[in-house]
Structure formats: structure tokens, C-alpha cells
């Protein structure tokens, strides 16, 4: 039985979750910073970085829905599947609402995003001053559950790893192959 992740759906887990570390991170470092040239550049690396997301969990989304992931452990009982379901909803639901959450704001800025410094992205609402504080505030919340709920999949990952000892982490390693062995 595959137990295992396809390399893809890995690929895009990982890659994704090291962004978006590195979103967080840029976050918080440049909202520290007085108004600068660096900052500026910092910020617009961010919204590059929000907007690849945001195309990237929709491609994720479409590789899901047509390669459906391989089953919970069987030893999972019901209750914790439909919390792990719920908890990866939730995951990928901030994966679309922040990018978008980050866009209405830099509209309401009268910042416009411009992708990779090539594509300007447009703007999804008028200059408004209050409101673009206010998205700011959402867009803060938005990344704080985020983390949280991220420090929720690691850990359920680590208990499952450690206590239960199933395969529930080593699933979505990229060393084990689709049949569910590692490779040595």
C-alpha cells in the first residue's frame, strides 16, 4: 500500500514551507525597520514572495484534488483524522486569505504590487488610508494563526513520529519513495 506522499505534493509542501518561514521572518524584520530604501526592497520581495504563494497553493490545491493524498494511519482513530482534516483546511485557507489579505492592503495603501518587478498585479480596492491600517491589522492577525496552527502541524507531526511512533511524519520526508521505504 503507498503510505507515501508524491515527491510533488512533497516538493510543494516543502518548498512552500521554507517561503513562507521566510515570509514570516521578513515580516517581522522589516516592520521593525524605519522608512528606508532596504526596507522598500524588503517589502516588495514580500509581496513577491505573497503573491508566488498564492499562486502556488492553487496549483497545490489542483495537484491534491487530482492526486489525492495516501490515507491517515490506520491506528489514527476518527476523531484525530478529522482534526488533522480540519487543521490542513485551515492551513490552506491561510495560504490563500494572507497573500490576499496582504494584496487588499497594499491596494487600500495605494501601493501597487508589481510581481517580480515585471507584472503589475492590480489593485483590488480605491486608496483608503483607515482601511489599509485596518487590512494591515487583519493581515498581522492572519499570520499570527498561522504561525500558531503551524506550530500545531509540527508538533502533531512529532507526536506522531515519537509517541505513537506511526508513519504519519515520514510520509511526507523527501527521502521515502512512493511505496513507502527510505532510501539508503
Do not use: C
Amino acid at each position: 500500500m503507498n503510505t507515501s506522499y508524491h515527491p510533488i505534493a512533497k516538493a510543494l509542501h516543502w518548498f512552500m514551507a521554507l517561503v513562507i518561514f521566510g515570509l514570516l521572518a521578513l515580516g517581522f524584520v522589516m516592520s521593525d525597520m524605519p522608512l528606508s530604501p532596504e526596507k522598500l526592497q524588503y517589502f516588495s520581495w514580500h509581496k513577491w514572495a505573497g503573491v508566488s504563494i498564492f499562486v502556488l497553493v492553487w496549483v497545490r490545491l489542483a495537484w491534491r484534488l487530482l492526486n489525492p493524498p495516501p490515507p491517515y494511519a490506520s491506528s489514527m482513530p476518527r476523531h484525530v483524522q478529522l482534526l488533522a482534516h480540519a487543521g490542513h483546511l485551515a492551513l490552506y485557507a491561510l495560504m490563500v486569505v494572507i497573500p490576499l489579505s496582504g494584496w487588499l492592503m497594499s491596494s487600500a495603501k495605494g501601493v501597487q504590487t508589481v510581481w517580480f518587478g515585471v507584472l503589475p498585479i492590480p489593485d483590488l480596492l480605491s486608496r483608503d488610508k483607515e482601511l489599509g491600517h485596518l487590512l494591515e491589522e487583519v493581515h498581522s492577525l492572519l499570520n499570527w494563526g498561522l504561525m500558531a496552527l503551524v506550530v500545531g502541524h509540527l508538533g502533531a507531526a512529532l507526536k506522531h513520529h515519537f509517541i505513537d511512533r506511526d508513519d504519519t511524519l515520514t510520509r511526507m520526508l523527501p527521502h521515502r519513495n512512493s511505496q513507502g521505504t527510505t532510501h539508503e
